[in-house]
């Protein structure tokens, strides 16, 4: 898939809720000023997520990199982007946003385009071989901090499947839109999931 059809699927928050699991609600209260090309994306939004019978709403500040990163903040949580690669800049000063489960939560998408090439010495007509075609690569990283201890120790057993729940979660929206289910993603396009946990307290 183009890097610019699965960055606009994962900059479409409003639909989160249609997809990803745990996510019940969400809804872009804010859009950024316009880019270089008119568009804009993203500046805030509100997530609810719920998981055994527990609920919680918090809203995400978001900056996005045209094309290339997704980044949503909640808490007391930084952004990692230098200031030049933003098109916007009214946010980065809004005050943190409380949340009683995490005391800070990052989720960053990082998207490349790059070009596939058969491996040399292979015939083109050999039908194990791909002809040469654009690809795109996707980097998911989740940084989070727990309020509460208990939630730390609660969620050592659930917490390294999340970032490959997402990604497998978006794999199946990419074809159910782009190509209606026909190819397989793993074909498409490759993708790395990274969690970091940290401890509640530090």
């Known amino acids: 898939y183009k890097h610019t059809?699965?960055?606009?699927?994962?900059?479409?928050?409003?639909?989160?809720?249609?997809?990803?699991?745990?996510?019940?609600?969400?809804?872009?209260?804010?859009?950024?000023?316009?880019?270089?090309?008119?568009?804009?994306?993203?500046?805030?939004?509100d997530l609810t997520v719920g998981?055994?019978?527990?609920?919680?709403?918090?809203?995400?500040?978001?900056?996005?990199?045209?094309?290339?990163?997704?980044?949503?903040?909640?808490?007391?949580?930084?952004?990692?982007?230098?200031?030049?690669?933003?098109h916007h800049y009214s946010s980065i000063s809004t005050p943190?946003?409380?949340?009683?489960?995490?005391?800070?939560?990052?989720?960053?998408?990082?998207?490349?385009?790059?070009?596939?090439?058969?491996?040399?010495?292979?015939?083109?007509?050999?039908?194990?071989?791909?002809?040469?075609?654009?690809?795109?690569e996707v980097h998911l990283k989740i940084v989070f901090q727990f309020s509460n201890p208990l939630y730390a120790g609660l969620s050592n057993a659930v917490a390294p499947r999340v970032a490959g729940l997402v990604i497998e979660a978006f794999e199946r929206r990419a074809r159910q839109l782009l190509d209606g289910g026909g190819v397989g993603l793993n074909e498409k396009h490759s993708s790395e999931n990274t969690i970091v946990r940290q401890k509640a307290g530090m």
């Not at 609600?25 to 000023?33: F, K, L, P």
């Not at 800070?104 to 791909?130: C, E, M, N």
Request: glycine content about 6%.
């Open 96 to 136: 943190p946003t409380a949340v009683n489960v995490f005391k800070s939560l990052s989720t960053k998408w990082t998207v490349k385009p790059f070009h596939y090439k058969p491996l040399a010495g292979r015939p083109q007509t050999d039908s194990a071989i791909h002809p040469a075609r654009d690809q795109t």
């Open 51 to 86: 998981w055994g019978g527990y609920e919680e709403k918090f809203t995400s500040t978001l900056f996005c990199v045209p094309n290339s990163v997704v980044e949503a903040l909640s808490g007391d949580a930084q952004t990692t982007l230098p200031r030049n690669d933003l």
């Open 5 to 45: 059809s699965l960055y606009s699927l994962i900059a479409d928050v409003d639909n989160y809720s249609r997809f990803l699991p745990y996510c019940q609600e969400s809804e872009i209260t804010e859009w950024s000023g316009k880019d270089k090309d008119g568009k804009s994306w993203p500046a805030h939004a």
